[in-house]
């Protein structure tokens, strides 16, 4: 059954399946971290509902590649995107970002990607939830990877990833030859550690962090 979500930023909305991953909050926090300029060209590594480029086009004005490897995700993206009426800014493609490369898409500004978080555990009996939700398909190295085939030099790679796996965020961009220039750990509240990493990488950059948080709590 499809699900029409009212995304509560100028007058957009979501398509969804109940019976399929739809989108979490670090969508959106990742949306609102992102910096980017009008007219510049994205690629969204696992789109899923199409959510970031989406909420990062009104945000930006950027247009986008929004890629997926699950066809049913790719439908429904873009129904949002029609729905939107956002067929000139969004194109939505089923591609494995694993083997993705310039010579399909062309080079980009740059890239977001919300990525698979788990590798162990149970998974759900739902193929379309456990692709969402475990790096079977697409992993943080993965992903990095993509980013720097298809980005250009000096390009931006903004990307969101669990704080206790920092390490492992940190090592992909290095291998990438994405350097972290922004930083933001995100906590529920004031007494709790982070639970979640955004960061914002620039392919070929030098040296130097900007750091930052967010506590949810004090934005509410």
């Known amino acids: 059954m499809e699900i029409i979500d009212d995304l509560q ?42 959510i970031l480029a989406i909420l990062t086009y009104a945000k930006c004005g950027v247009s986008f590649v929004a890629a997926d490897i699950d066809g049913e995700c790719v439908r429904m993206a873009k129904r949002s995107v ?4 956002l067929g000139e800014y969004i194109s939505v493609e089923q591609c ?9 898409f062309g080079r980009f500004d740059g890239a977001v990607c919300n990525p698979p978080y788990f590798s162990g555990g149970t ?3 739902n193929q379309s939830r456990a692709t969402s939700a475990f790096d079977d398909t697409l992993n943080i190295y993965e992903a990095a990877q993509c980013a720097k085939r298809v980005v250009k030099q000096g390009g931006r790679f903004f990307v969101c990833y669990p704080a206790k796996y920092i390490q492992q ?5 290095q291998q ?27 392919k070929g950059g030098g040296a130097g962090t900007e750091l930052s948080r967010i506590i949810l709590e004090e934005q509410q």
């Open 9 to 50: 930023r100028d007058g957009l909305v979501i398509v969804r399946s109940e019976a399929r991953f739809a989108y979490g909050h670090d969508a959106v926090l990742l949306t609102d971290f992102v910096r980017a300029h009008k007219g510049e060209r994205y690629l969204d590594i696992g789109t899923g509902t199409g």
């Open 82 to 85: 029609e729905l939107n009426k």
């Open 96 to 104: 494995d970002a694993r083997t993705l490369t310039e010579a399909e």
């Open 123 to 125: 998974k759900s009996p």
């Open 169 to 173: 965020l940190c090592t992909a961009m």
């Open 176 to 202: 990438a030859d994405f350097a972290i220039k922004r930083l933001c750990l995100v906590q529920s509240r004031a007494d709790k550690a982070p639970y979640l990493a955004l960061a914002e990488g620039r």
